[in-house]
């Protein structure tokens, strides 16, 4: 039976963090220590079969004005079957997340995933700043 779950002890921890850590063009410079207090810090969801955990996203949030999409990914040999769109749609219709008026994210590869389901380019890219603070890097 294939079902998301936001219950963060469904997490393969191990998974995860090769993943991330090792695989994603996005997240090679996090730690260990990082990667664990993004989880610990964020709602978390993942996308099970047979206790098998095949896909992963998570969402930084107030839960009342803003929140950011992040680390979504679907294992290599599960791609194409529609799990990344089961989970956009779990997470877009969360009623945890209702009153939510500001989503982001950041991609590279995935526009078209994430267009069906309303993300835009910025529409005022300069009102947008980051601080990146000395010696860290993107991620």
């Given at each position: 039976?294939?079902?998301i ?19 994603s063009?996005?997240a ?20 099970i ?8 996203a ?27 769109k089961m ?10 997340l ?12 995935a ?6 389901y ?22």
């Amino acid at each position: 039976m294939l079902y998301i779950s936001t219950d963060k002890s469904r997490i393969d921890f191990e998974k995860l963090s090769s993943f991330l850590l090792k695989e994603s063009y996005w997240a090679q410079s996090r730690t260990i220590e990082q990667l664990k207090s993004a989880l610990e810090n964020s709602r978390c969801y993942c996308l099970i079969e047979n206790d098998e955990m095949l896909g992963f996203a998570r969402v930084i949030t107030d839960f009342g004005v803003f929140a950011y999409l992040a680390d979504v990914y679907i294992e290599k040999e599960h791609r194409g079957k529609g799990y990344g769109k089961m989970l956009m749609e779990e997470i877009i219709n969360d009623p945890k997340l209702k009153l939510i008026s500001r989503w982001m994210l950041g991609t590279l590869d995935a526009h078209g995933l994430y267009q069906q389901y309303g993300f835009t380019e910025l529409k005022e890219p300069k009102r947008w700043m980051e601080y990146l603070p000395k010696g860290s890097e993107l991620s």
